[in-house]
């Protein structure tokens, strides 16, 4: 993710006033293509003058997109990064082309020496590739005088990264810099010399920030996609440009490409964990393309990137089967351990809340909690907490102590089991889902169990002390938005109905009791969280084990080879 806007500010300024006095590119090498993608209807909100920035819609006709407030950090990083720029070019008419040209040289007129929060080296590098990719966007129709503030911009910004792409932190922050570095230096004129270094340190982070199993370490799936896309990006610049590409960056793209696939749903969304959405639409179907990676079998361990994924028939269930992640890499880390995800067809079923980063503090440390995941959870305890005192990374980790993965003729079944609560409560929670072969039910099993002689020690202190309400659970089913659901068969199922006509029904085995609660669905292309539901099975912990069963299956009469037609809000006719 990207630093704090500020962080190492003077030594950014100190740069880019070295670098502004180093020669100017004269124009391109070759003419760029586009390789971002926007969106059109962004493209339509911004030309109309309404702004949305870090969850905050604000409306103002006829005004820079620099003179639009925002108070939140947020929304400044997605400003200077220039992504809009892709919407606008998406659009692509008269009205968006003077805006994007307008607001490109006024912010080099503002913002051009160095000044303001958009030089950190991940934001220059994001910015850079964005004024490349739309160059002729930009370029077309200005004078000389216009087209030189351009060159002398963008070299200065190459020459600024060059210094300074060392600051960038590790992941996806040093990802853009030196992909944005190699894109914007193959591209102008006189800057190829800057590419050797930059090259070399891109295939040096492909080999260390890139797993054996095509995973990175924040387990953040939709950064995978990102640095999957700056990584096609940066080999097909460096293949047009003539350049070796550097056989690490080749190898971690195989690595990535079968574990992207691994993360992603039947509706071609990624599984939403660790603060990743569901990545932009058809970036990953375009980033897979491009790289010509064919999907391979899965790894031996059976898991991508610490998710396990069962998928038959029209059938995905995305389970998370290891602990979060830790260190820096865990700033963002959600308490879902066991959590699952569950898809049918292009109709998402069951999910997590999402990342709340985007409507404040509150809200992002509520979508972290394991009350937001589609898992069990003592009340009050998520399965992986903060040290006292901390804000931000989670200390006290669940750590996954059993995993079994089989496929068997029945259908493919998972078994894992953490002990995020065995200090606190003297419990183990261990979860078994079994897909049917035809991908119409899933079967699940959720037990809380005092495993081992400490934890029975543990667990008897807590009756003997009277805990009871320390030891309630919550089973949690969260509910996409346009799940219709209500209790039926006298409040003992609930019936789940899809807008392409399929018919869920989740029941239990009676050992708990069931509500359908409030929830939210947090996503990054909306004002405020959508209101949903949730499916609970609510007990208690009063004996050594505590088992609960439950299934989601397809009602019997929805048809089989039922497919969603269209895209309008109507259920498809059966």
Not at 272 to 284: A, P, S, Y
Not at 526 to 532: D, E, G, I
Request: proline share 6%; charged share 20%; with cysteine.
């Amino acid at each position: 993710m990207t630093p704090k806007p500020g962080k190492g500010s003077l030594g950014n300024r100190l740069a880019m006033w070295r670098a502004r006095r180093s020669p100017p590119a004269l124009g391109f090498v070759s003419t760029p293509e586009p390789r971002s993608i926007g969106l059109y209807s962004k493209g339509r909100q911004l030309v109309a003058g309404n702004f949305l920035f870090a969850g905050t819609l604000t409306e103002a006709p006829g005004v820079a997109i620099w003179d639009v407030p925002v108070p939140d950090p947020l929304a400044a990083e997605q400003r200077h990064g220039f992504v809009w720029l892709d919407d606008l070019a998406a659009l692509g008419d008269s009205a968006a082309r003077t805006r994007a040209q307008d607001w490109t040289w006024d912010w080099i007129a503002r913002y051009g020496a160095g000044q303001g929060p958009g030089w950190s080296p991940d934001l220059t590098g994001r910015r850079l590739i964005r004024w490349i990719n739309h160059a002729i966007l930009l370029l077309n129709g200005q004078d000389r005088t216009r087209s030189e503030a351009y060159y002398r911009s963008a070299s200065a910004q190459v020459v600024f990264l060059s210094r300074r792409w060392k600051h960038a932190a590790p992941g996806l922050p040093r990802f853009e810099a030196l992909t944005g570095l190699i894109y914007a230096g193959l591209a102008l004129t006189g800057m190829q010399a800057r590419i050797a270094p930059a090259l070399a340190a891109l295939a040096q982070d492909c080999d260390h920030q890139i797993d054996s199993e095509g995973g990175i370490p924040t387990r953040n799936p939709e950064d995978l996609l990102e640095v999957f896309t700056l990584l096609t990006w940066a080999e097909q610049a460096l293949t047009d440009a003539g350049v070796k590409v550097p056989l690490p960056l080749i190898t971690a793209l195989e690595r990535m490409a079968p574990c992207l696939r691994a993360l992603r749903h039947a509706d071609g969304g990624l599984a939403r964990f660790h603060g990743g959405g569901r990545g932009m639409e058809g970036r990953l179907d375009q980033a897979l393309a491009a790289t010509g990676v064919r999907p391979l079998a899965q790894n031996r361990s059976g898991l991508a990137m610490g998710f396990a994924r069962l998928s038959e028939g029209r059938t995905t269930v995305v389970v998370d089967a290891a602990p979060p992640p830790s260190g820096a890499a865990g700033r963002f880390a959600h308490a879902s351990t066991t959590a699952f995800e569950l898809t049918s067809g292009r109709r998402p079923l069951v999910v997590s809340c999402g990342s709340g980063a985007l409507f404040g503090p509150e809200w992002r440390q509520a979508g972290r909690a394991t009350a937001s995941h589609s898992t069990l959870a003592i009340d009050g305890y998520s399965s992986s907490r903060m040290a006292p005192g901390e804000t931000e990374v989670l200390t006290d980790l669940a750590q996954v102590t059993n995993l079994r993965l089989s496929h068997l003729p029945e259908g493919p079944l998972i078994y894992l089991a953490h002990n995020g609560w065995s200090g606190t409560h003297g419990l183990t929670h261990a979860r078994h889902l079994h897909l049917s072969a035809d991908g119409r039910k899933l079967t699940g099993t959720d037990t809380l169990a005092a495993t081992t002689l400490a934890e029975r020690k543990r667990f008897g202190q807590i009756m003997q002390d009277g805990w009871m309400e320390a030891v309630r659970l919550d089973i949690r089913f969260h509910l996409h938005p346009d799940v219709d659901a209500a209790l039926d068969l006298g409040g003992t199922a609930i019936s789940l109905a899809l807008k392409s006509g399929e018919i869920w029904v989740f029941r239990h085995d009676g050992s708990s009791k069931l509500a359908l609660e409030p929830s939210v669905y947090l996503e990054k292309s909306r004002l405020r969280p959508r209101a949903t539901r949730q499916i609970v099975l609510s007990a208690r912990a009063l004996d050594l084990e505590t088992r609960i069963g439950w299934t989601l299956a397809k009602a019997q009469d929805t048809p089989l080879a039922i497919r969603d037609l269209d895209r309008s809000e109507m259920p498809v006719p059966i």
